[in-house]
Structure formats: C-alpha cells, structure tokens
C-alpha cells in the first residue's frame, strides 16, 4: 500500500545532540513537508520541498535543516541551535489528488 | 498572506448533541482549497473533506456537514448527533492551489463528547 512512513514513532535525545527524523513516501508525489505541532499551537511549517534538490523554508525553520536528495526521502535534521526542539513532527507529502500525512514522530529533548 | 483562524480552542458536547466547529479565512488568491482533518489522540491526521473556492455548495456526509460561504469567508464544520468516537482535535486548513504548496493551518478546535 502507498504512504508515508515516519520513523521512529517516538524519539528521546539529550540536550545539545543533533537528531534526524526520517520521512519516505511511496506514493510518486513530488511534494513534500515537514510540521511541527505544539500544544495549541496548530500545525507550523518548517520546510517544504516541491522537487528534488530544492527546498524552501516555511514559518519556523530556524534551528532546522532538510535535504532532499531522492523524490521519495525528505529527512529532518533538529540541531542543537533549535531552541526547544520538544514537539510532535509531521511529514506529509502531495500532488493535485491531494495531501498525505505520515502518523508522526514524538521528540523529547532531555 | 494566508491566514485561518479557529476561535473556538475547545468545545465540550453531550452525546447525541449537535456541534459547529467555526473556520475563518484569509487569502488574497481567487483560487485556493479547503480542507478539514481530524486528529484523534494517537496523533495522524484523518482527511475529512476538500473544497474549492469555486464549488460554495454545502456538503454533507453522514453525521457530518461542511457549510462553505465566501461572502463571509467561512468554512464551518457541523456534526449531528455527536459520539464519544468524534473526540479528537479538528483542524481548519486552507492552501492556494492543491497540489504542491504548503497546507496552512488552523490551530485546530479540541471536540470532547462526554457520554
């Protein structure tokens, strides 16, 4: 079956240490975010990228980094300068049929 | 710039009653995109509807139904006769064209529905 799958489903890491969210689809879409909910904050954008080798920040990005090498991987890197990294990471990805969303990774920064 | 707004931060029902969900947007594009998600607690998010600006026909499915006016620039979202399985966080979102922009979101309405 296509979809997104995110991994790991929950992730500690301590203080100061860089981590890597991963994100791949198999659904052909060229499109591809990264999300970062908060409690009552909604869903804000942190990258999106629409074709490979190029990305584009969104609203939060600082402290981030994405690469975007293979159409189906979209990984997130939460470095050590993203202040409070502590959050729920959404990865989705689109085309004209519409958007699809990956069931998220729970980052705890110790 | 867009912009959806979501007044209501939470909502609490009885079971069986009736419940709208308010969304307000904003965008200067004449073609754009409507979505409504839920999010249960295991934290995915469940597509519910997708609307366009060119289509301002109410939609219902089920228990549940979308009432889109642009006049207003609303996109509320009603359920009829609640259940305890429609606890969840709803979201409100709006993108300029569907397809490979960015969903710009609400910050979402938490429905509980008390038996």
């Known amino acids: 079956d296509g979809g997104i799958t995110q991994s790991p489903k929950y992730l500690f890491r301590k203080e100061g240490q860089n981590v890597t969210l991963s994100c791949e689809q198999n659904l052909n879409h060229d499109a591809m975010y990264w999300y970062r909910q908060d409690p009552g904050q909604g869903l804000r954008l942190i990258y999106y990228?629409?074709?490979?080798?190029?990305?584009q920040k969104g609203d939060i990005a600082e402290g981030y980094s994405v690469s975007r090498e293979k159409k189906e991987s979209f990984p997130l890197t939460v470095t050590s300068a993203q202040k409070n990294p502590t959050a729920f990471y959404l990865c989705a990805s689109s085309m004209r049929d519409g958007y699809t969303f990956g069931s998220g990774t729970r980052l705890t920064v110790v | 710039a867009q912009k959806v707004t979501q007044a209501q931060t939470e909502i609490s029902v009885v079971e069986k009653e009736d419940v709208t969900l308010d969304c307000v947007y904003e965008?200067?594009?004449?073609?754009?995109?409507l979505f409504w998600y839920k999010q249960p607690p295991s934290g995915e998010l469940v597509f519910l509807i997708r609307r366009n600006s060119f289509d301002e026909q109410n939609e219902i499915s089920g228990r549940y139904s979308w009432n889109f006016q642009k006049s207003t620039s609303s996109f509320n979202f009603t359920i009829t006769a609640s259940q305890v399985v429609d606890s969840a966080v709803y979201f409100c979102?709006?993108?300029?064209?569907?397809?490979?922009?960015?969903?710009?979101f609400g910050k979402g309405t938490r429905l509980s529905v008390i038996a």
């Open positions: 990228s629409q074709i490979v080798n190029d990305f």
């Open positions: 965008t200067r594009d004449t073609t754009y995109y």
């Open positions: 979102a709006l993108s300029w064209v569907s397809g490979n922009t960015p969903l710009v």
